[in-house]
Every structure is written in structure tokens, then in C-alpha cells.
């Protein structure tokens, strides 16, 4: 099936700094690539949604100069988190559309295994 | 507007007996159902999905769901639970639209006690 990975899987960055996380689809294209926010013991919330060589369409509520989303790529998409905050500090999962087994419907997303950010 | 309801936030049984995870959606037309599994600190793996096809749908690990329409639900089951089944189990429901995009449980954790 298609895979999709996210690197770093984990990463801790004090106040003020900036952070990126990766997000590959390895054995497909993706044109859509979505990003979420997971708290503790709690459900996904979509942040955005990144669409390659155009700009991300943000959730509501979810700060566009905050959470940097590039899609530069078929196959890569970026999520920068700047000036990191405590308050940041969360669980991050990306996924991506494959047009080719979901014949380019809303259906099929495949998920990455996620990246652990602590912002000390 | 549109939603999908886990009934139970934390589900616990004992390994050999029956899993029930129970979901519900409201909808005026029918979506694509999805359940998915997350191990800690992992990503989501897909369980089952339902495309208006079969009503009963099989899943990787044993899990099996089904859709019943006239009751807006879309259930997990498992005939005999395993200690590596212990996990939160998320469904998830696709309205459509230009997007695609997912709309979450709230979750259920399932605890398998040996």
C-alpha cells in the first residue's frame, strides 16, 4: 500500500526557535496533502489542507504565518512551526491523497506516523 | 451539520472475548466510513472502509463493521480480542466535497486485560 513518512518522528526545540517537519509520499504522488494536530488523549483536528504549487487552505482558528505549509512537490510537503511556543507542543500527523487508487475522489488518505513536537 | 459520534470514550474486555466499538454519524446521504487504529505515538493505520458497496465490510486484523443506514451507525467488531489490539480506534466519516477532507471521532480506547 501506499506509504507515507514523516521526519523528524520526534523533536524538542526551545521558545523562539523555528521548526520544520517533513512530510513524503514515497511511493506515490500526492497532490493533496492534509496536516493535523493531535492534544494528549484526544482526537485529530485538521490544520490545513496543502495542495502542491498552490497555497494551503487553513482551518479555522489555525494561524497561516504560525504553521508555514509548503508543497513544493508531488511527493513532499513541509510544515514549519515558527516561534514555537510551550503551547505548541503536540503531536503532528500529516497525510496524502493517492489520486491513483481513489480515482482522484475525496476517499483514500494514508497516513504518516506522526511527529512529536516539545517546546521547552 | 455534519458530525460522528464514538458512544464510548474508553472500552475495556478480556483477550478472547468480543470487541464492540460503537459510532455513529449523522448524515442526510451517505458518507465513506472509515475506522482507523493508532498505537501510542504512532500514526494511524486503516482498519476498514465503506464505499456503498458491501454493508458488511472486513478489515485487516479480524475487525469487521457494518452499516446500517437506518440506524446511522457503522460499528467495530472483533470476535475474539487479542492483547495487541489494545489501542485508540478512531472513526472517521468523509462528507465528500472538493477536499476530501476527514472528519474525526472523538476516539475510543480499548484496553485488553489477559
Known amino acids: 500500500g501506499a506509504v507515507v513518512s514523516q521526519h523528524p518522528s520526534r523533536v524538542i526545540c526551545k521558545s523562539g526557535t523555528s521548526v520544520k517537519i517533513e512530510c513524503r509520499s514515497l511511493?506515490?504522488?500526492?497532490?493533496?496533502m492534509f496536516w493535523y494536530r493531535q492534544f494528549p488523549k484526544q482526537s485529530l483536528m485538521l490544520m490545513a489542507t496543502?495542495?502542491?504549487?498552490?497555497?494551503?487552505?487553513?482551518e479555522q482558528g489555525v494561524e497561516k504565518d504560525k504553521f508555514l505549509i509548503n508543497h513544493a512537490s508531488l511527493t513532499l510537503s513541509t510544515l514549519t512551526v515558527t516561534s514555537a511556543h510551550p503551547e505548541d507542543s503536540s503531536f503532528y500527523i500529516c497525510?496524502?491523497?493517492?489520486?491513483?487508487?481513489?480515482?482522484?475522489?475525496?476517499?483514500?488518505?494514508?497516513f504518516g506516523p506522526g511527529t512529536r513536537l516539545t517546546v521547552t | 451539520a455534519q458530525s460522528v459520534t464514538q458512544l464510548d470514550s474508553h472500552v475495556s474486555v478480556s483477550e478472547g472475548t468480543p470487541v464492540l466499538l460503537r459510532c455513529n454519524y449523522s448524515?442526510?446521504?451517505?458518507?465513506?466510513l472509515f475506522w482507523y487504529v493508532q498505537h501510542p505515538n504512532k500514526g494511524l493505520q486503516l482498519l476498514l472502509k465503506?464505499?456503498?458497496?458491501?454493508?458488511l465490510v472486513k478489515g485487516i486484523n479480524g475487525f469487521e463493521a457494518e452499516f446500517k443506514k437506518s440506524e446511522t451507525s457503522f460499528h467495530l467488531t472483533k470476535p475474539s480480542a487479542h492483547m495487541s489490539d489494545a489501542a485508540e480506534y478512531f472513526c472517521?466519516?468523509?462528507?465528500?466535497?472538493?477536499?476530501?477532507?476527514?472528519?474525526f471521532g472523538k476516539g475510543t480506547k480499548l484496553s485488553v486485560k489477559p
Open positions: 511511493d506515490f504522488q500526492a497532490t493533496t
Open positions: 448524515s442526510s446521504y451517505s458518507p465513506s
Open positions: 497525510s496524502a491523497r493517492d489520486p491513483g487508487t481513489s480515482g482522484g475522489g475525496p476517499d483514500e488518505q494514508y
Open positions: 465503506y464505499t456503498s458497496a458491501a454493508t
Open positions: 496543502s495542495n502542491e504549487g498552490s497555497k494551503a487552505t487553513y
Open positions: 472517521v466519516v468523509n462528507y465528500g466535497g472538493s477536499q476530501g477532507n476527514l472528519i
